[in-house]
């Protein structure tokens, strides 16, 4: 499958570009950028052309992955699936509903992963397996707080992540977590600390309940990553698992290909990105109106 690739920051260097280059089922085929000295520079590395069409790239491939901020890439998605191109995406897909529910639209016809990293990984997807058929939690609970704006941590540089803090940016990965275990979201109430620390109670249409504490600039002796379910089974920790964001990527291209072949549609697809998306922005109208929100 020839793949083209969106973007050239950390992300679109590691995994993107080097599991495109490495996977076995893949023509890495080219690079586009805002930045056009980036997209050489990175598009050279991998020994690819870099494109300063985004239509000329999208024309010459079979399926696009992103690595872009979720406000350029939707509308870019959009564009790529409207052209028939299977789409590998990065967490959120958009910030908006209705941007969301665009790219779901318009991706109707040709297959679809969005990269929750972890969900990508055998140990978390071994929990998850076993919790779903486990069944009977009550509740769940998730703290998922970084400290990514120090000195040589390259995320820190994100203006989009340090506008839209730990909701946006980590929220995702809680949801991916705790969304096939306790099913979708009835109610959403959130809570705003310091810095950009959120607190996200859920009321799931199960009647399960999950409480996720989010950051991105939380105090470096504070940043953590706990997780747990409750319920009649007693409590699961959730385990930490692996972070390894090539193999995850590359596992994600399978699935990719796998479904662009006809097999199953992946789980973490782009309408399991949009509810997402309506989760978080949600989230943020209930911080602006200081109440619960109901989905």
Known sequence: MRFGLFGTGPWARHPHASALAAHPGV????????????AAELAGRHGVPAYSDVDALIGD??????ALPPDVQAPLAVRAAR????LLLDKPVATRTEDAEALVAAAADVAS????TRRFTPGMDAFITEAVAT???????????????????PFGASPWRRERGG?????PHALA??????????EVTA???????????????????SRLTLAVDAPPAAAREEAAFSGEAGVRVVPRGEWAPPEAFSRALDQLIAAASGGPAPACDVRFGAGVTAILAAAERSLDDRATIRL
Do not use: C, M, Y
């Open 27 to 38: 023509e890495f085929a080219g690079v586009w950028g805002r930045d056009p000295e980036k």
């Open 61 to 66: 491939v079979d399926a696009v992955a992103v």
């Open 83 to 86: 052209a028939g191109r299977h």
């Open 113 to 116: 992963v969005v990269f929750f």
């Open 135 to 153: 069944g009977g939690w009550s509740e769940a609970r998730v703290d998922h707080l970084g400290s990514i704006f120090q000195p040589g941590n």
């Open 167 to 171: 909701l946006w940016d980590v929220g």
């Open 177 to 186: 977590l705790v969304l096939p275990v306790l099913g979708p979201v009835a």
């Open 191 to 209: 809570v705003a600390g310091d810095r950009d620390l959120t607190f996200l109670l859920l009321k799931h249409e199960s009647g399960a309940v």
